[in-house]
């Protein structure tokens, strides 16, 4: 058997590479090693391990999806906690993901002040945000993990899931901002943050909320 070192492996911009067989603990010696500061993003479900390196346009369009969510949320005046793209994990159900993006909402207040999380004992986040994701493997582990609320970003197009008795379904409407049309605006600002450039936008967007308010 020929072992090799995490750092000898490189994964380009754009690629992912996937290991079979990973037993719990290895996972989690490759959490360890790999360390909380990396571009790299990981998934495990079930003993299949996915290593993903975004592209910069995955890094655009995953930072400005969050600074919408962010002014919706500031606007319509709903506390929240942002935790970014933790590790959320559970040895139990074998999964682990790390979201692009992600939120406590409903279950804001549980998680204040919390700097780890252990999923036996916390909720999962209220809303988990992925940019081009296409592996079931993530899929898999977010209904496993139950998280509420799943939106996908691929090719333009906004994808709200919505969990129902283990499973997600697909919804034309956000349960956690059910009046506003979240499919089209979300997609429609984050293609203006291209053309126009991410500040207008995001103050365009702001604007934009608050006319709904009044």
């Given at each position: 058997?020929v ?5 000898q ?27 909380e ?5 990981l ?9 993903r ?10 930072v ?9 949320l500031?606007?319509l ?14 040895e ?11 939120f ?38 977010y ?51 291209r ?18 308010i009044s």
């Open positions: 058997m072992t090799l070192q995490l750092r492996l490189s994964v380009p911009p754009g690629h992912r590479v996937m290991f079979h067989d990973v037993t719990w603990q290895e996972f989690e010696a490759i959490l360890t090693e790999l360390g500061h990396r571009a790299a993003r998934a495990y479900s079930q003993g299949t391990l996915e290593i390196m975004p592209l910069p346009k995955h890094e655009k369009a995953k400005i999806i969050g600074d919408l969510v962010k002014i919706l500031e606007e005046e709903i506390d929240c906690e942002a935790f970014g793209s933790t590790t959320f994990k559970r139990d159900m074998a999964q682990g993901v790390e979201p692009d993006d992600s406590y909402i409903q279950n804001h207040v549980k998680m204040i002040g919390k700097e780890r999380i252990d999923l036996k004992v916390d909720p999962p986040p209220d809303l988990a945000i992925e940019v081009d994701v296409t592996s079931k493997t993530q899929l898999d582990a209904e496993a993990l139950k998280v509420p609320e799943l939106w996908k970003y691929e090719d333009g197009k906004l994808e709200i899931n919505i969990l129902r008795d283990g499973k997600y379904i697909q919804s034309e409407i956000s349960p956690i901002f059910p009046n506003l049309p979240i499919l089209q605006v979300i997609s429609q600002f984050v293609e203006q943050s053309n126009i450039g991410r500040s207008p936008a995001l103050r365009a967007f702001r604007q934009w909320v608050k006319q709904q």
